[in-house]
C-alpha cells in the first residue's frame, strides 16, 4: 500500500507513531526484491523465481527469520517470555 494512502506516515504527521518509531531509529526498511505487495507475484507467491532461485515466498521468509534472530539476539534471556502488554 502506498505511504500516501497512510496518513500517519505523511511527513507532515510528526507525532504519530510511525513517525516517532522512524526518527528513533526503530524502524528500517527491507527491500526483499522485485516483488508486489500481495497476490500474483506478491511477497507470499510461492511460484515466481528470483535471480539465485529463490520463491518469492523463501525470500521473506528467510529476511523475516534473519529480523527475527536479530531481535532475539539484541534480548539476551528473553525468550519464551510472553510480550508485554
Not at 518509531?21 to 528470483?50: F, I, K, W
Request: charged fraction near 20%; proline fraction near 12%.
Amino acid at each position: 500500500m502506498p505511504a500516501a494512502l497512510l496518513p500517519s506516515r505523511w511527513p507532515l504527521a510528526r507525532r504519530s507513531r510511525w513517525s516517532r518509531a522512524l526518527a528513533a531509529g526503530r524502524l528500517r526498511p527491507v527491500h526483499l526484491g522485485d516483488m508486489g505487495h500481495t497476490g500474483p507475484a506478491g511477497y507470499l507467491d510461492p511460484e515466481p523465481r528470483g535471480a539465485d532461485g529463490r520463491s518469492h515466498l523463501d525470500v521473506t521468509a528467510a529476511a523475516m527469520l534473519a529480523i527475527i534472530e536479530r531481535s532475539a539476539a539484541l534480548r539476551p534471556g528473553e525468550a519464551g517470555r510472553a510480550p508485554s502488554p
